[in-house]
């Protein structure tokens, strides 16, 4: 069950479209061939509550981090609504922009190339305040930025505050990136492959962290290609695929019950870490197609071990399949 | 009766550092690879497992010197320097780079590359050089046609198949791979390891995977040895050393590794690895260790056999250094 508690979703967003143009290059461009656009995002709608961690799953190319930029507004959307705390930040800018950017922080994959490393943590930390005319005088900024370091686990904050990226461990150098942005008070933390580049050791602590944040009332959209961590942190998780989310549910529905032909072939090739774990990998063949070319009926359906002839024609939308509980949802007409 | 393919004893490689003072980057690393075996080498970044087997193609940089042996079927290849690897160098062991993408020359074509081991070994010439590419490409899976593609038209896991056709053209027996799926999909992932299975046995290979991912040794191999700062700290079935693991290490980096069903806690190791510019003290684990003791702190402990097939380097297993303390 989702912890829905009957308010307003914090994020909610609905059929959402994101594309770019692909080039035509000079003599396209001449000759008037006609313009192109890929939609990498191809019409997605999700929410996330108060307290409540969903993962959004998916391999290169299926529109995952696309999604995330364009609920910071870093992309602009074609089409669709975003709502933030039920307010339509689609099309904000200006004061709502701005707005959305101080409610709506962003934990990037990198934690080696997201701090300046001319830059003591002090100062890295206390630089949004800044930005956003906050946090009062000198005295009031140390004493928040204090507070976001012990927030994130930097304790006690006066062996970090005068330190240098170059000074600090990758895990710690993640935990300031977080503490930069806890600094604000954000409601809604949207974290990009947060633990891809630590070593396995220390990425527990970090996502323990993050699970800590959830617990004390942030919401958290977490995009990652790993389903293992999905399913140990995200209380839910929609799977993309090209563009699409194909399911979505309880975190534990997801893996332990999939509905959707890919997401059974994605959990089936996940390494376990015991020897003797009796896997029957389903190896799709080939690599998620190219999104300017985005196969007709459903889009899963070329490499689908279960297609149909149906499937070639029809685009499957998200429902209950059979057998699933409530808030599962599944884009397959034979699930 | 079944005599290792390669024996690696006491490898040391010590890097030269600008700013003055050594790296000692690997510690005194014995292993052995068995004919057809499929051989983990698993830890985290910094703990020598690159280097290792960077020493053992006689690839490490001119900053780096080495010591120990390493017999490839009796023989030592590192006696005399580059004079004794490089007839052994992609005919007898062969190697799979880290991502993909850097591993070839983006100017050059894709067949012309997997075509120059044979080239510099005189395998191959003119027609029948061309021939062998195609081939070697449908089997890894590639149209023999797109040999003449550039790096950049592939995508990362024809990079990395088209890697595996290079490391194959001069038929090695000992093939090194080094995270190979790393920067990977969990699909394409999953096609390149069963390849690379797939190749092992109808070449006769056998492979030392190189990988931070348990996970994959745990699936792919049937031996692995776990390194940590510069030394292997435990050693055994993959079987054993995720169901009896007997150095904290092991355990605690399984515990660490997050798993699709797995309803225990992930826990975090504290600390960090030690500096290997420094000697160390006692055993390198111990700082971070949650069972240290007395002797840890001073000694060092060897990597002692604490079963069939399996050994650690923990005062845990040493029943006078328990009772001692």
């Known amino acids: 069950m989702t912890s829905g508690n009957g308010s307003a979703p914090l994020l909610e967003v609905e059929d959402l479209v994101t594309s770019f143009p692909v080039p035509r290059g000079v003599v396209g461009t001449i000759r008037g061939r006609p313009k192109l656009a890929v939609e990498a995002v191809a019409g997605v709608s999700f929410s996330v509550r108060k307290g409540e961690m969903l993962a959004l799953v998916g391999e290169s190319g299926s529109g995952k981090t696309t999604t995330a930029q364009t609920i910071l507004r870093l992309v602009k959307p074609e089409s669709g609504a975003i709502r933030f705390r039920g307010e339509e930040i689609t099309n904000a800018s200006g004061r709502g922009l701005r707005s959305l950017r101080r409610h709506v922080q962003l934990i990037f994959q990198d934690p080696y190339e997201s701090l300046d490393p001319r830059f003591r943590v002090r100062a890295t930390v206390e630089e949004p305040l800044l930005v956003h005319g906050e946090g009062g005088g000198a005295r009031e900024r140390q004493r928040r930025v204090r507070e976001a370091l012990v927030r994130a686990g930097l304790t006690p904050p006066e062996l970090f505050l005068d330190r240098y990226p170059h000074e600090l461990s990758g895990g710690q150098r993640q935990r300031v990136a977080i503490a930069a942005s806890l600094v604000l008070d954000p409601e809604l933390l949207v974290a990009d492959e947060p633990v891809s580049m630590l070593d396995v050791s220390v990425r527990a602590g970090i996502l323990t962290l993050l699970d800590e944040l959830r617990s004390s009332g942030l919401g958290i959209l977490m995009i990652t290609h790993d389903l293992s961590t999905a399913a140990h942190y995200a209380d839910r998780i929609a799977v993309m695929y090209l563009g699409r989310i194909v399911e979505e549910g309880p975190a534990r529905d997801v893996i332990t019950s999939p509905k959707h032909p890919y997401t059974r072939a994605l959990l089936s090739v996940v390494p376990q870490r015991d020897p003797r774990a009796a896997a029957t990998p389903q190896i799709l063949t080939g690599e998620t197609p190219n999104p300017i070319a985005v196969p007709v009926g459903c889009r899963f359906h070329p490499r689908c071990p279960i297609a149909i002839p149906e499937c070639r024609d029809v685009d499957p939308e998200l429902r209950v399949p059979a057998g699933a509980r409530a808030g599962h949802l599944a884009a397959c007409i034979r699930a | ?325």
């Open chain 2, 1 to 325: 009766m079944n005599e290792p393919v390669l024996t690696v004893e006491d490898l040391h490689v010590w890097f030269e550092l600008e700013r003055g003072g050594e790296l000692h980057a690997v510690q005194g690393v014995s292993f052995e690879l068995r004919p057809g075996e499929r051989f983990g080498l698993v830890g985290e970044s910094g703990c020598g497992k690159t280097t290792t087997i960077l020493a053992l193609m006689g690839l490490l940089p001119s900053s780096a010197s080495v010591a120990g042996r390493v017999l490839l079927d009796g023989e030592d290849v590192l006696a005399r320097g580059e004079q004794s690897v490089s007839p052994h160098r992609w005919t007898d062991i062969a190697m799979v780079f880290q991502g993909a993408m850097n591993a070839f020359n983006p100017v050059k074509r894709i067949g012309d590359q997997i075509a120059e081991p044979m080239k510099l070994h005189g395998l191959a010439e003119g027609r029948s050089t061309r021939q062998r590419v195609g081939e070697l490409l449908e089997r890894v899976g590639i149209p023999a046609a797109r040999a003449s593609s550039y790096p950049h038209e592939f995508s990362g896991g024809m990079r990395q198949r088209a890697a595996l056709a290079m490391a194959l053209a001069c038929k090695p027996r000992v093939l090194l791979a080094d995270e190979p799926t790393t920067a990977l999909d969990v699909m394409v992932q999953a096609q390149i390891l069963q390849l690379l299975a797939e190749l092992a046995d109808d070449f006769g290979l056998s492979l030392v995977l190189v990988t931070h991912d348990l996970p994959i040794v745990a699936q792919v191999c049937e031996r692995a040895a776990v390194m940590y700062a510069g030394e292997i700290v435990e050693t055994g079935s993959t079987d054993s050393l995720y169901h009896d693991p007997k150095h904290p290490y092991t355990r605690l980096l399984f515990s660490a590794t997050p798993d699709l069903y797995g309803e225990e806690d992930v826990v975090s190791i504290p600390g960090t690895p030690p500096r290997l510019d420094r000697e160390l003290v006692g055993c390198p684990f111990a700082p971070r260790c949650d069972r240290v003791f007395e002797p840890c702190a001073s000694i060092a402990p060897p990597l002692r056999p604490t079963g069939a097939g399996h050994a650690a380097a923990c005062h845990l297993n040493d029943p006078v250094m328990r009772v001692a303390s």
